[in-house]
């Protein structure tokens, strides 16, 4: 009697212990849904492909979440960057929307084979786990055009110096930038140096950068030349042939032959090309302090009625709402989930929702037109080369453009590492305008670059 009455305990304590542990393991069947979306449906070997994967859910990730990036059976894949997660309101609680990019570049023609983007959650219970996919279905790999040298590339920067020192040589400066390629892809040499017994190479680094926009590469070049007594009779050009990805074709883009100078000579501007040689132009005519001053206040001022009457209207639209929600209840509408390939568990149908359509129209409006003015505002200021306004427009147009990064000076460009373009294209601007050669530089590879971001968006 007293055996049974032991063996009873015991089994119920091992039942209260087993109870205990299953109450206190982490809840891994979160209500989740994934969706993946891809920036095209047809790419061409080697070159780049943007996938979004969506995850939306009703509570916080835990940490022990893993997001593990997409499989390709021939070729490769980066992630870009950390994932970013926003709260979007609902009608009983709060709802999760978090999104991780990465980069693909298959490398065999046809239909794109390879397993998607997927989440796994760890359970400390038994060492199991539980993993939710997605297939990468839809996307053809064309193969790429041959006759030409493989370089794929949405945007490409290409920068030429020379500098003189004080042995009478000279460095020479070729800096490549290249958006939407990886580093193998760079040319093995910019110039052509095979009869120049005066040229001789110090120093080649290449880089590779990732942004939410994608993978871009580096490449710098540093050579030595020699002084010879012909050395200033010609010099061999930079040129690059690469495939554009937006126009689909082939392109070169060259700079003239630098022109070697003595140490008492000016010191001669970068000159940038991004898709033609490079011209020169006529120096602008310097204007005097105050004629700049009063352009720069006319600037800041329409900036400054810009936010007012867009503060305003955007409180006259919140108080029209508060006081429409106060007679009736709106229905909420629930967001639409981005296209794409989907994968899904049992979850609760009022997981998420959005404010009402009317108001989210009418933001998203006010929020475009701020955008178009500073565009307005900085296509007058690159077409006019004026460095000071171009570079405040500048800044005023991205705050417009990524409203979610506050950029409120030119530092937090570079810190929002929104385009790796544009904060090249920012660091030669502020260049010309330390060295005051405001008057040499030019604005229509800035305003591409700005052009190219809109187009893509």
């Known amino acids: 009697m007293i055996r049974h009455v032991t063996q009873g305990v015991l089994v119920g304590f091992l039942l209260f212990f087993y109870t205990a542990i299953l109450q206190a393991e982490v809840p891994v069947n979160h209500p989740i849904q994934l969706t993946i979306e891809t920036d095209r449906n047809q790419v061409y070997q080697d070159t780049q492909l943007i996938v979004t994967l969506h995850i939306f859910h009703d509570e916080a990730l835990p940490e022990s979440v893993d997001i593990i990036p997409p499989e390709l059976e021939h070729g490769r894949v980066r992630t870009l960057g950390l994932p970013h997660t926003r709260v979007e309101p609902g009608l009983d609680q709060p709802s999760f929307h978090t999104t991780q990019q990465f980069a693909l570049f298959p490398a065999q023609a046809g239909y794109l084979e390879g397993r998607g983007p997927s989440v796994r959650f760890p359970s400390p219970f038994n060492n199991s786990t539980e993993t939710l996919t997605t297939e990468l279905n839809g996307i053809t790999v064309a193969t790429r055009p041959e006759g030409q040298a493989w370089l794929p590339s949405e945007n490409l920067v290409l920068s030429d110096r020379v500098h003189p020192i004080t042995d009478g040589g000279h460095i020479r400066q070729i800096s490549l930038f290249s958006m939407g390629s990886l580093p193998h892809q760079l040319p093995q040499q910019l110039i052509n140096t095979t009869d120049r017994q005066d040229y ?58 630098p022109s070697l100078r003595t140490t008492n ?72 989930n981005p296209t794409g390939s989907q994968t899904s568990v049992p979850r609760n149908d009022a997981r998420r929702h959005s404010p009402p359509a009317q108001l989210n129209r009418d933001t998203r409006h006010l929020g475009q037109q701020a955008e178009l003015l500073a565009f307005q505002e900085l296509t007058r200021a690159c077409q006019e080369n004026a460095c000071y306004e171009a570079r405040m427009a500048l800044v005023y147009w991205a705050a417009c453009f990524w409203p979610e990064k506050r950029i409120t000076q030119p530092e937090s460009i570079f810190q929002a590492n929104v385009s790796q373009t544009l904060n090249y294209l920012l660091l030669d601007l502020e260049h010309h305008i330390k060295q005051s050669q405001q008057s040499e530089w030019r604005g229509d590879l800035l305003l591409e670059a700005v052009r190219t971001l809109r187009r893509r968006r």
């Open 200 to 257: 001789q190479l110090i120093e080649r680094n290449i880089d590779e950068f990732q942004s939410r926009q994608g993978v871009s590469s580096h490449l710098q070049e540093l050579w030595y030349i020699h002084p010879t007594p012909n050395a200033s009779i010609s010099q061999p050009i930079s040129h690059v042939v690469w495939w554009d990805t937006e126009a689909e074709a082939f392109r070169e883009t060259q700079l003239p032959a």
């Open 265 to 336: 000579e000016e010191p001669s501007s970068p000159k940038l090309d991004l898709q033609q040689p490079a011209v020169s132009s006529t120096p602008e005519t310097n204007t005097d302090a105050p004629t700049e001053n009063s352009r720069w206040t006319d600037f800041w001022i329409q900036v400054a009625i810009g936010f007012t009457l867009l503060t305003v209207v955007s409180l006259a639209i919140l108080a029209g709402f508060k006081f429409q929600s106060g007679r009736s209840v709106a229905k909420l509408s629930t967001p639409k």
